[in-house]
């Protein structure tokens, strides 16, 4: 999900400030999908502005905070928004490039360490179980509010992504647990060199 996107759809809304785009983003678990930090987030805004689809709107200070300035999307900016919205609804092929660190790491591993292998994927698994939980808790958070469906479908999905990554991490551990017991219940016949030698006479 493109940050700019992101930026642009939450200012269709209402005009915002920096902190409340960035409220908005872990409110609606659009942190699970992108990194809008702080530095991100501005040098996204300034972008947008320099393209001229958002601009400032008005400063507002409250009480000791300092001033926040509280941008607004363009005419533009809305045109260029529901244009890439309308062409993603439709892009099949941008959802196969996907990176997944530990896909790329598995594919290249050539260690013999069965155990590093297996507290690899312990961490990887704990933290998915935390991943699933906090999206749990986020979808019942929601089912309270009065949310559009699209917007509860992108809870529903992240969490079936969670449950489908916890029961595959779940699964490679007890297949690699399989192997091992099969390798030490069989192990390889040993290799007899003195029947070797006579056997080459």
């Given at each position: 999900?493109?940050?700019?996107?992101?930026?642009?759809?939450?200012?269709?809304e209402?005009p915002r400030h920096?902190?409340?785009?960035?409220?908005?983003?872990?409110?609606?678990?659009?942190?699970?999908?992108?990194?809008?930090?702080?530095?991100?987030?501005?040098?996204n805004l300034?972008q947008?502005e320099?393209a001229g689809?958002v601009e400032?709107?008005?400063?507002?200070q409250?009480?000791?905070?300092?001033?926040r300035?509280?941008?607004?999307?363009?005419a533009t900016?809305e045109?260029?928004?529901?244009?890439?919205?309308?062409?993603l609804?439709?892009?099949t092929?941008?959802r196969?490039k996907i990176f997944?660190?530990l896909n790329a790491?598995?594919?290249?591993y050539?260690?013999t360490?069965?155990?590093?292998?297996?507290d690899?994927?312990?961490?990887?698994?704990a933290?998915?179980r935390?991943?699933?939980?906090?999206v749990k808790?986020q979808?019942e958070?929601?089912?309270?509010?009065?949310?559009?469906?699209p917007?509860?479908k992108i809870?529903?999905?992240?969490?079936?992504?969670?449950?489908a990554e916890?029961?595959?991490?779940e699964?490679f551990l007890?297949?690699?647990e399989?192997?091992e017991?099969?390798?030490?219940?069989?192990?390889?016949?040993a290799?007899?060199s003195s029947?070797?030698r006579?056997?080459?006479?």
């Open positions: 999900m493109s940050v700019q996107l992101v930026i642009l759809g939450l200012l269709s209402k920096g902190y409340e785009l960035r409220q908005e983003v872990e409110r609606r678990l659009y942190a699970t999908f992108i990194n809008l930090s702080g530095g991100s987030l501005y040098y300034g947008l320099r689809h400032k709107a008005w400063a507002e409250k009480g000791r905070y300092p001033t300035q509280v941008y607004q999307i363009t900016g045109a260029y928004l529901h244009t890439e919205l309308r062409r609804l439709f892009d092929d941008a196969e997944d660190p790491a598995l594919a290249l050539r260690q360490d069965m155990q590093e292998l297996r690899a994927l312990l961490v990887q698994l933290w998915a935390r991943r699933g939980e906090w808790q979808q958070y929601w089912e309270t509010k009065n949310i559009p469906l917007q509860a809870i529903e999905h992240g969490l079936e992504h969670w449950r916890i029961r595959w991490l699964n007890q297949e690699l399989e192997s017991l099969t390798a030490t219940e069989h192990p390889p016949p290799h007899d029947t070797k006579i056997a080459s006479r």
